[in-house]
């Protein structure tokens, strides 16, 4: 065992082995090219998924809180309270109810999204001048016409910035959920700490700061062509 | 016994509280790691980001240092601390195992949201006051601690209020590198399959964290000029 050990070693120096312990090593990522790629797909459908899901929620959230103000204190200090819930403490109060699944995962992580947006909305609405809507009703745009035609995409830049801001921290919050065995790349660090496997980590962690920096990229892009008139207006 | 049943047997058993490394013993080391990371974050950046606002410079760097903590896992930097040379994973004192390490990222952590809010909130005196002081003859010094920091205050301590929710949040992450604090329960309970302790332990961070919170919000209202007018900075 210890001939058979030593010799590959020997044959083909790597960054990694039980000697060596590069921080960065192009021959891992190599090798385990199945194990990364899994690891990042399942990161960025647990990301996509939570966000989705604080959108879906605080959305019809912030047009209630615009209908009725005095809600709007109350959703707030709830999302502010969930918000301040570490998320390695959020995970498992969640365990009871959803298990050691992806869906523990997702659901955390929509709520601190969830907590991010419907500020988003509230403060997009709130930049949508009054004087657009007066004349928007002015011309007989109803109230779905008028939130869908006008004010939606007048908040846009300011909700997109929320979401931006959303994406982000939950691209890097993802790795938490390894604490139920769904973490992405965050499992990766994991075990990467666990057999203290310095190229494991180092991988995982840059591409959790590549994906975040794509993804807000992607939403910088979606929002240019969903503004045409931003742009206009700039120049 | 239902999973809540089990975790509500765990929270009300006296001896999951008190001995090494029970629920009291762990709670105070967070505290702790929190307290100590806190004050190391605000003696760094508050002076740097008060005087960077004053002499209105680096606005660049104030901004995007938000953006970057935002986009590197408090997970991924501890576990590097953690597995370098130094500080790697040593015992310090009463913070535990890793506990050099965890400071070193609580603190770290806590940077973006003090250096962000106390730029912002020196830059966004209102020009009007800053000429005005200029007009009474007051040199550079007396402007910034009679005019722009108690104007700033505010803002500055609502930095230090998200600072706090930061650090307390990584102070619990910290347990996923086999780091000090409360998570270490909820980790090792969920390791061993003894998900009431893991959960129980939960519990109880969230709820000194919410705690936290409402003290912070406590302290931040007592330094707001217009009390009762509860205006919403973040």
Redesign the interface.
């Known amino acids: 065992m210890t001939l058979l050990g030593a010799a590959p070693a020997a044959a083909e120096p790597s960054c990694y082995s039980a000697l060596v312990n590069e921080w960065w090593c192009a021959q891992y990522v190599e090798d385990r090219r199945d194990d990364i790629v899994a690891a990042t797909t399942e990161h960025l459908q647990i990301t996509v998924a939570a966000v989705l899901l604080g959108l879906l929620i605080a959305f019809p959230l912030a047009l209630l809180a615009r209908r009725l103000p005095r809600l709007e204190t109350t959703i707030l200090g709830v999302s502010t309270g969930l918000y301040t819930v570490p998320s390695l403490a959020l995970f498992p109060l969640l365990v009871p109810f959803t298990g050691l699944t992806a869906t523990t995962v997702v659901i955390g992580l929509g709520v601190y999204a969830l907590t991010i947006l419907v500020r988003g909305f509230l403060d997009g609405f709130r930049s949508v001048p009054d004087d657009v809507v007066e004349s928007a009703v002015g011309l007989g745009y109803g109230t779905t016409r008028l939130l869908f035609k006008v004010q939606l995409p007048l908040a846009l830049p300011v909700l997109v910035a929320a979401l931006r801001v959303a994406t982000v921290s939950t691209v890097a919050l993802t790795t938490v959920g390894t604490l139920v065995s769904y973490g992405g790349l965050g499992d990766l660090i994991a075990h990467g700490v666990q057999r203290n496997f310095r190229a494991e980590l180092v991988t995982a962690a840059v591409l959790c700061v590549v994906l975040a920096l794509l993804l807000d990229i992607v939403l910088v892009v979606a929002q240019r062509l969903l503004t045409p008139w931003a742009r206009a207006g700039a120049r | 016994m ?3 049943e089990l ?1 509500w047997d765990y929270l009300t058993t006296a001896g999951s509280w008190t001995g090494n490394g029970g629920l009291l013993d762990r709670l105070v080391e967070q505290l702790l790691l929190t307290v100590t990371a806190l004050l190391l974050g605000m003696g760094v950046g508050l002076p740097l980001a008060l005087w960077l606002g004053h002499i209105g410079r680096g606005g660049f760097l104030a901004v995007n240092v938000s ?1 970057i903590g ?8 501890l ?2 601390l ?2 370098a040379d130094w500080p790697g994973p040593a015992q310090l004192g009463p913070y535990g195992r890793a506990g050099l390490a965890t400071l070193i990222a609580l603190a770290l952590f806590a940077l973006p949201p003090l250096v962000t809010n106390a730029y912002t909130a020196v830059r966004e005196v209102s020009a009007d006051v800053l000429e005005a002081a200029d007009g009474m003859g007051m040199s550079g010094r007396q402007r910034f601690w009679r005019v722009e920091l108690p104007l700033a205050l505010p803002l500055v301590v609502s930095g230090v209020r998200l600072a706090l ?1 930061q650090v ?3 102070a ?2 910290a ?4 780091g000090p604090g409360v ?1 270490a329960i ?2 090792s ?2 390791a061993r399959n003894k ?1 009431s302790e ?2 129980g ?3 109880v ?2 709820v000194a ?2 705690v ?2 409402l003290l912070a919000a406590a302290a931040q209202r007592a330094v707001q000029p217009g009390r009762g007018a509860t205006v ?1 900075t973040s």
Do not use: D, M, Q, S
């Open positions: 239902t999973l809540l975790t953006n935002r986009a590197i896992p408090t997970f991924a930097l576990a590097v953690v597995t929710v307390w949040a990584t619990t992450i347990a996923l590198v086999a998570g909820i980790v309970g969920f998900y893991g959960i332990a939960a519990f961070v969230a964290a919410l936290l919170e919403r």
